[in-house]
T-cell receptor, first 113, second 117 residues
Framework: LAKTTQPISMDSYEGQEVNITCSHNNIATNDYITWYQQFPSQGPRFIIQGYKTKVTNEVASLFIPADRKSSTLSLPRVSLSDTAVYYCLPVPDYGGATNKLIFGTGTLLAVQP | GAVVSQHPSWVICKSGTSVKIECRSLDFQATTMFWYRQFPKQSLMLMATSNEGSKATYEQGVEKDKFLINHASLTLSTLTVTSAHPEDSSFYIC?????????????FGDGTRLSIL
């Protein structure tokens, strides 16, 4: 399984755009890149997933360059409630429900007023 | 969307007690579920893969006799921490995903906070 590297923590202010980059140099050809958000004392929550280029949903965008060795989660106009730990994980596109997830350290995003 | 439920959300018990945690998939059948443990200010650590109708697969370093896993139905997996001690105090989280579509993300329960006195 590909190892990931993320900043341990980031600080931001309300209303700013936040970009969290994850490095995954040895990502496999059939790996998707998946991002989860975790609040204290809760289980992780799926945010977004992509394979290459750009993916956007109602909460975030995910940018993946052509070499796929990194990815950037973009959160537009963060609020205090976006304070959480964010994890990126490469997940194989085979196996489906049997794919086990190996979590890295994650990035603690602290949003201040 | 798919939802995974855990029960109880927190439990406090005396050392030596066995504690059972339930993980249910509410609107889909899950032949595979996963159990994680998370210590304060640390990441999730995968403990085991729960397989419906067969033995669980444990990660290296996780004692199978200490953490008993039963997956007797397609919607329920249980984790029993046997003879729990203070060092077993942690946040236990389960996950599952809908079968069929290989790109379905894992959905996580809200975790169980276990405190052993």
């Amino acid at each position: 399984l590909a190892k990931t590297t993320q900043p341990i923590s980031m600080d931001s202010y309300e209303g700013q755009e936040v970009n969290i980059t994850c490095s995954h140099n040895n990502i496999a050809t059939n790996d998707y890149i998946t991002w989860y958000q975790q609040f204290p004392s809760q289980g992780p929550r799926f945010i977004i997933q992509g394979y290459k280029t750009k993916v956007t949903n109602e909460v975030a965008s995910l940018f993946i360059p052509a070499d796929r060795k990194s990815s950037t989660l973009s959160l537009p106009r963060v609020s205090l409630s976006d304070t959480a730990v964010y994890y990126c994980l490469p997940v194989p596109d085979y196996g489906g429900a049997t794919n086990k997830l190996i979590f890295g350290t994650g990035t603690l995003l602290a949003v201040q007023p | 969307g798919a939802v995974v439920s855990q029960h109880p959300s927190w439990v406090i018990c005396k050392s030596g007690t066995s504690v059972k945690i339930e993980c249910r998939s509410l609107d889909f059948q899950a032949t595979t579920m996963f159990w994680y443990r998370q210590f304060p200010k640390q990441s999730l650590m995968l403990m085991a893969t729960s397989n419906e109708g067969s033995k669980a697969t444990y990660e290296q370093g996780v004692e199978k006799d200490k953490f008993l896993i039963n997956h007797a139905s397609l919607t329920l997996s249980t984790l029993t921490v046997t003879s729990a001690h203070p060092e077993d105090s942690s946040f236990y989280i389960c996950s599952a995903s809908s079968p069929g579509n290989s790109n379905q993300p894992q959905h996580f329960g809200d975790g169980t906070r276990l405190s052993i006195l």
